[in-house]
C-alpha cells in the first residue's frame, strides 16, 4: 500500500453570506497516497478549488476531517511539504520570478545559493527561464501560470495541488505543462492532483475524480476511501 498523505472523512464547505448558506463540497471522503495522479474535472462553480483549498489546509472543512498523516499538522504543510499552484496571480509583487521560485527554499532554510540553483532549473524545465529577472507585472498570463507551477516544485513537496494550470496556455504550451509536472512529480515521488477543464490533461492523470454541485464522485460513484 502506497503511504497515504490526505485522508478526508465527510468534509464538507459550506460558506454563508447574505443569510444564504453555500455548500462548495459536500460530504467528500477520500485518501490520496504518495505518487498518485489524480484530476479533478467540473464545471465552473462546482467546488474543485474549494476542494484543493481544503487539500491544501488552506481553509477548514466546515464538517467533517481531513489529516495529513505523513506529513504531520496543518502547521507543517507549508513551506515543502504541500504546494499549491493557484489558478489567479499569486506571485509576489515585489520579488522578481526567480526570487518568487526560490523562496520556498529559502523559507524551508536552504542557501540563496541551492534556491536559486533549482529555481533555474525549474524555470527551464517549464520553458520560463528567459523571464527570470521580471517582475509579475511584467508577465502575460500564461508565463506566470508556469512561474506559479515552478515555485510550487521548488521546496521538494510531496504534494502538488494544481489549478486550471493550462488555462492560458496554448495547446504546445499546456501539453509542456502538463509532462514536466507528471515528471517532477514522478521524479520526486510526490502526488499530484489537478483541477482542470480539458479532458486531454485529465487523460493524462492515473485517476479522474469529478465534482458537480460539490459532490465529489470516482467513476461513477461517490468518492470514498
Known sequence: M??????ATSIARVYEAGGTRLRAVSDATFVIEAGETIAVVGPSGSGK???????????????GSISWPSIGDRD???????????????????????????????????SSDEAN?????????FAAE??????????????SQRVGLARAFAGSPRLVLADE??????????????EVALDRAR????ALVVATHDPTVADRLGARWSMLDGTLRREGLQCSA
Open 187 to 190: 521524479r520526486a515521488g510526490a
Open 117 to 125: 540553483t533549482g529555481a533555474l532549473d525549474l524555470l527551464e524545465a
Open 76 to 110: 507543517a504543510l507549508r513551506p515543502g511539504p504541500v504546494a499549491i499552484a493557484f489558478q489567479g496571480p499569486s506571485l509576489l509583487p515585489p520579488l522578481t520570478v526567480i526570487e518568487n521560485v526560490a523562496l520556498p527554499v529559502i523559507l524551508a532554510g536552504g
Open 130 to 143: 528567459e523571464l527570470a529577472d521580471r517582475l509579475p507585472e511584467e508577465l502575460s498570463g500564461g508565463q
Open 165 to 178: 494550470p493550462t488555462g492560458q496556455q496554448d495547446h504546445a504550451g499546456g501539453e509542456r505543462v502538463i
Open 2 to 7: 502506497r503511504e497515504p498523505l490526505v485522508r
Open 49 to 63: 478549488s474549494t476542494l484543493l483549498h481544503l487539500i491544501a489546509g488552506l481553509e477548514t472543512p466546515s464538517a
